[in-house]
Every structure is written in structure tokens, then in C-alpha cells.
């Protein structure tokens, strides 16, 4: 392994595995599949008025995705479903462009530094996020189109 892509913080996030699990009655699944590597991630999230009150999620992928998915099971409670929208595009920039990573609650994305190196892993890190924004637009298509 790369030092410079799993850091220990890296590596920490993805073993906290938080929300890791299924939610008992979600609002909203939404999954994401990454055909190149075969990484999986299903999402529940618990919906109010386009609002994410909690998300479970079941990641049978890599150590990126994993730490990507434990940041969100923290990071996705009372977060409006338009600022899954935004952190997707900031997380894209950082990766691609260098760009800084984004600022609370999502702050922790900054572990990913390492990943810039890595075009081909860029999906890895996102694909929780894909997942997220597929269970948002399946369940709720206008509480990612815009803020209120």
C-alpha cells in the first residue's frame, strides 16, 4: 500500500465504519456500483421535507470508499439533500483540480488529499456519495435540485 493514499487517518476512518448497517424503515435506499473494481454501496436514508435526518449504509468496497462512507454515516444528519449536490461537486474538484476540501460538517474529506495522484481511484472516494444522491433522486428528485 501507498503511504501517501492510506494514511492513518484514512485507515482509521475506515475501520470506524460509521452507520455502517441498515435503517429499520428508511425513506429511501439508493445504491452505487463501480463496474472497474467491482466496490458496492447501498445507502438507507431517513428523510424529512428533502432534509436527511440519518443514513445506514452497507459499503463492500475499498478502504476508500469504506472511510468515504464512515464520513457520511457521521457527517448526514440534518443536512439538507441540495448540500449532497455541492459536496459532490467540491469532493470532484478537490480530486481532480487540488482544490481545498470542503468545510464542515464534510471537513474530514481532507484525508483524500493523497488520492490526487490517483485519477483512477477518484470514483472510489465519490461512489458513497453517488450512492447517496441515487436514494435522493429515487425518493425525492426536487430536495437535490435546489435550495429552499
Not at 452497507?58 to 440534518?78: D, F, M, P, V, W
Not at 493523497?114 to 465519490?126: D, F, T
Amino acid at each position: 500500500m501507498s503511504d501517501a493514499l492510506y494514511t492513518k487517518d484514512l485507515l482509521r476512518l475506515a475501520a470506524d465504519a460509521r452507520g455502517a448497517g441498515k435503517l429499520a424503515a428508511p425513506s429511501a435506499s439508493g445504491h452505487a456500483f463501480n463496474p472497474a473494481c467491482g466496490d458496492k454501496v447501498t445507502v438507507d436514508l431517513l428523510l424529512a421535507g428533502g432534509t436527511i435526518l440519518e443514513m445506514a449504509h452497507e459499503t463492500k468496497a475499498c478502504i476508500l470508499a469504506q472511510a468515504s462512507s464512515s464520513i457520511l454515516g457521521h457527517a448526514l444528519r440534518n443536512v439538507p439533500g441540495f448540500e449532497v449536490v455541492r459536496l459532490n461537486e467540491l469532493i470532484s474538484i478537490m480530486l481532480d483540480k487540488g482544490g481545498s476540501p470542503p468545510t464542515s460538517p464534510f471537513d474530514a474529506y481532507g484525508v483524500f488529499k493523497g488520492v490526487l495522484e490517483y485519477p483512477s481511484r477518484h470514483r472510489c472516494v465519490l461512489l458513497p456519495i453517488e450512492a447517496v444522491l441515487d436514494a435522493l433522486q429515487t425518493s425525492e428528485p426536487r430536495c437535490i435540485g435546489r435550495e429552499s
